[in-house]
């Protein structure tokens, strides 16, 4: 595309007066010969700054994005007796919820959730047969391998039988009679289920190490956004859980280590006077403490015990509840500020002896910065899993690379935050949970690897990620749900990654968006927040409107493409100009640098309403300086679908 070059004789200072008034979003090329484009269409109508199409605030979700006076939330309690015989593969259990209906609705029935049933040779998953997602480099099956479904054999109330009718991967319970607000019920449950050596990707047994969830029936989450949230569960999308308090006993043999959700409350029957010592000195170590030494480790594969072993675990607020098992679990613990850092991985996995100091970094890093950890102990498993968080307690692969090994167990640990303390809706809002906590576990691996390549290069993975994934005309919304992703790797994690990073960076400032992702951290810990809740609370804290920049990265697929479409380099008498236009429907803030002919440099910073009027924007440089040079972005951040026309004068 041509542009105005510096040969051209000086013009009338009048007509930069009316460039500066031309109508915004011509079609035709700006030049001196022709300063009044085409006026815009649309753009008034259509603008990007116009109101996203939120629910009401009310008195239950504010408008300032905070839980308002009337906010209610549900909460199930368990307690639940399981044992695990090893030589099937079989678990079998009993549980009593206790179900407080804190809502104002009548309640003449509940949902429990089996997501087990995933595994159902005769359920909706294997009937789809769907193939697996690919996740960058990786390919993530949602299938269970061959498994078996939950056999639930006992639903009753006070010795009463309840009416349940079955639906895949949920049960509807029909109550005796209907659950007024502020009252509770209990529901005895008794169910088997075979489990599966691969569980879609989040649980599964390798050997002797069993990684275990997904096991028991669980209430599905009743709010004031859906009613019951019965999604079916599919393989993709998580789990979205009620918060309650947990009691469990676990009877596995006897030669088995069990660590879990919770806190272990009968260490003397289950663990030996010198193990119990060794834990004493970790509570007041920073230095990892061996509980169980590789060398114990190894005696104890091969030292075969009778019997069985009951281990009993107490959890308060807490929103699901995990344990794995295996006769020859290593075992370090450390201490930071009151919590118990925890990691448990098998003799050969010689690189996991690190793993108790990264744990230590990643708790300590993330309490800092977003809210602190509020549970009594942070444990991550080694074993065959992709990787999955549960509460207090986290699976991670056995890397033997250092880097590899660091981004997968701080990324499971930020889950702690994010769902497991702000417990947004995985199943149908990723972005809201591995898309921050993707971004944050990138602040993390900065810290831990500062100074070197991989630290250098993390941050800059997302916009390396852009190029790849974000294809025009196929990339999808991030706001659809992950069942209806395509590419749920880009969705869920890294584009949304992208989005927080030049929130922070490019559109509110560092300072301003540190505070505002922590204040909304502590506003919904322990609660439910919506998208409309995050784009309140992040809006109220920052002082900014944002519709512009939620419409643009969530809730459609847009593109951003900022061009230099005509420059004034300028003479004596007329200072220069350059003519920024918006070719895509995505807009956001612009970085301009100029170079001019007397050797100087200068660099400007335009806000985001600067597209206010429409499309087109002249900027106005100072005058008594010729310009060389202009350039968009010169830092490269924005993932820019055209940069050739991002310079001036265009070339290679």
């Known amino acids: 595309m041509p542009r105005i070059s510096a040969a051209l004789p000086s013009v009338p200072l009048v007509l930069f007066v009316l460039i500066g008034l031309v109508p915004a979003g011509a079609e035709a090329q700006q030049t001196v010969?022709?300063?009044t484009p085409p006026a815009t269409t649309g753009w008034m109508e259509d603008s990007?700054?116009?109101p996203l199409e939120l629910p009401a605030a009310n008195r239950l979700r504010t408008g300032s994005g905070a839980p308002g006076p009337d906010y209610w939330q549900q909460k199930v309690d368990y307690r639940m007796t399981a044992s695990v015989d090893t030589a099937g593969s079989l678990l079998t259990g009993t549980s009593t919820i206790t179900y407080h209906n804190r809502s104002p609705e009548l309640l003449p029935y509940l949902w429990l959730k089996l997501d087990a049933n995933?595994?159902?040779?005769?359920?909706?998953a294997a009937k789809l047969n769907q193939p697996p997602l690919m996740f960058g480099d990786a390919v993530f099956d949602f299938s269970c391998a061959g498994g078996a479904g939950m056999t639930v054999s006992r639903v009753e109330s006070r010795g009463r039988a309840l009416r349940t009718t079955d639906a895949g991967t949920r049960m509807r319970v029909e109550l005796p009679e209907p659950l007024r607000p502020g009252q509770t019920i209990e529901i005895e449950t008794a169910w088997s289920w075979p489990m599966p050596d691969y569980g879609y990707g989040r649980m599964g047994r390798d050997g002797t190490l069993y990684q275990v969830a997904q096991w028991y029936p669980r209430v599905a989450v009743f709010d004031d956004l859906s009613g019951w949230n019965i999604d079916p569960f599919l393989g993709a999308g998580e789990f979205y859980q009620e918060f309650g308090d947990f009691d469990v006993e676990l009877t596995v043999p006897a030669g088995y280590v069990v660590t879990a959700t919770g806190s272990l409350v009968n260490d003397r029957e289950v663990l030996t006077a010198e193990q119990r010592e060794r834990l004493g000195r970790a509570d007041s170590s920073e230095e990892a403490v061996a509980v169980i030494t590789r060398?114990?480790?190894?005696?104890?594969?091969?030292?075969p015990v009778d019997g069985t072993k009951t281990w009993k675990f107490s959890a308060k607020d807490v929103r699901d509840f995990a344990f794995a098992m295996a006769p020859d679990?290593?075992?370090?613990?450390s201490d930071w500020n009151g919590i118990r850092i925890q990691t448990f991985y098998r003799p050969e996995a010689v690189s996991w002896e690190e793993a108790n100091r990264m744990s230590w970094v990643s708790i300590k890093h993330f309490s800092e910065r977003l809210a602190m950890y509020p549970w009594p102990h942070a444990t991550t498993v080694e074993g065959p899993n992709e990787g999955m968080e549960y509460p207090m307690l986290t699976f991670v692969p056995g890397y033997a690379d250092r880097e590899a090994l660091y981004w997968v167990l701080t990324h499971e640990f930020g889950h702690e935050w994010y769902p497991m303390l702000v417990g947004s809706n995985e199943r149908l809002h990723p972005w809201m949970d591995e898309g921050f906590n993707t971004f944050i576990n990138i602040g993390s691996v900065e810290e831990y690897f500062a100074g070197g390549d991989y630290g250098e290069w993390i941050s800059k993975q997302p916009l390396e990620e852009w190029a790849a994934h974000a294809v025009s005309g196929k990339e999808q919304p991030m706001a659809l749900p992950p069942t209806q992703q395509h590419d749920l790797y880009w969705a869920a994690y890294f584009k949304p990654a992208l989005m927080m990073h030049l929130l922070r960076t490019e559109v509110l400032?560092?300072?301003?968006?540190d505070r505002a992702l922590a204040e909304y951290t502590?506003?919904?810990s322990f609660k439910h927040p919506g998208p409309a809740d995050f784009f309140r609370a992040m809006e109220d804290a920052a002082g900014a409107r944002l519709d512009w920049f939620w419409r643009?990265?969530?809730e459609t697929a847009a593109r951003l493409d900022h061009s230099i479409e005509t420059v004034w380099p300028g003479d004596p008498e007329n200072p220069p100009w350059v003519h920024i236009r918006s070719r895509g429907d995505m807009i956001m803030p612009v970085e301009l640098h100029f170079e001019f002919v007397d050797g100087s440099r200068e660099t400007a910073r335009l806000p985001v309403e600067m597209w206010n009027l429409g499309p087109d924007f002249v900027y106005r440089l100072p005058g008594g300086k010729q310009l060389e040079t202009a350039r968009l972005d010169p830092r490269e951040v924005y993932p820019d679908d055209d940069r050739t026309n991002d310079a001036w004068p265009s070339g290679p």
């Open 48 to 50: 990007p700054f116009r």
């Open 33 to 35: 010969s022709d300063p």
């Open 509 to 513: 400032g560092p300072e301003v968006f």
């Open 118 to 124: 995933l595994c159902d040779p005769a359920g909706t």
């Open 522 to 524: 502590e506003a919904w």
């Open 552 to 554: 643009g990265w969530i």
């Open 329 to 333: 679990f290593r075992w370090d613990a």
């Open 295 to 303: 060398e114990e480790a190894l005696a104890a594969r091969e030292r």
